[in-house]
Nanobody, 125 residues
Framework: QVQLVESGGGLVQAGGSLRLSCAAS????????MGWFRQAPGNEREFVAA????????RYADSVKGRFSIARDNAKNTLFLQMNNLKPEDTAVYYC??????????????????WGQGTQVTVSS
C-alpha cells in the first residue's frame, strides 16, 4: 500500500556529510510515523532515527545523537536524514520505514509496516 524509495547514499570521507531522502508513494503520508534504520554486513538491523507525523517528536540512537537530523516534508511526501560528521562505523545500508501506528514514535523495527530497499552509505577513514 506504501512504496518507499531511498536515495542520496554514496561514498564519503570521515567527517563529511550526506543527506538521504525517502520518497513515499501514498496519498496519506502524514498518517505514518517514519523512521530510518541501517544494517551493516554481518550485523543486525539497527534503529537510527524516527519522527512523528507532524514533526512534534523525534528520536535518535545514541550513536548518532548530535550528528544526524531527521525531518519530513508532508507536502512533498518525503523523509530526510541529514548526516554530519560521518564516521566509518556509520557505513551500512540505510532503510526508510513507515509505521501505521501514529500514536507514538518507536525504535522497534517490528512496529514498522513498510520498508524501502535501502541505499548504501560508505564512510572511508
Amino acid at each position: 500500500q506504501v512504496q518507499l524509495v531511498e536515495s542520496g547514499g554514496g561514498l564519503v570521507q570521515a567527517g563529511g556529510s550526506l543527506r538521504l531522502s525517502c520518497a513515499a508513494s501514498t496519498r496519506t503520508f502524514s498518517n505514518y510515523a517514519m523512521g530510518w534504520f541501517r544494517q551493516a554486513p554481518g550485523n543486525e538491523r539497527e534503529f537510527v532515527a524516527a519522527i512523528s507525523r507532524f514533526q512534534r517528536i523525534t528520536r535518535y540512537a545514541d550513536s548518532v545523537k548530535g550528528r544526524f537530523s531527521i525531518a519530513r516534508d508532508n507536502a512533498k511526501n518525503t523523509l530526510f536524514l541529514q548526516m554530519n560528521n560521518l564516521k566509518p562505523e556509520d557505513t551500512a545500508v540505510y532503510y526508510c520505514a513507515a509505521s501505521q501506528d501514529s500514536s507514538a514514535t518507536t525504535s522497534s523495527a517490528a512496529r514498522y509496516d513498510y520498508w524501502g530497499q535501502g541505499t548504501q552509505v560508505t564512510v572511508s577513514s
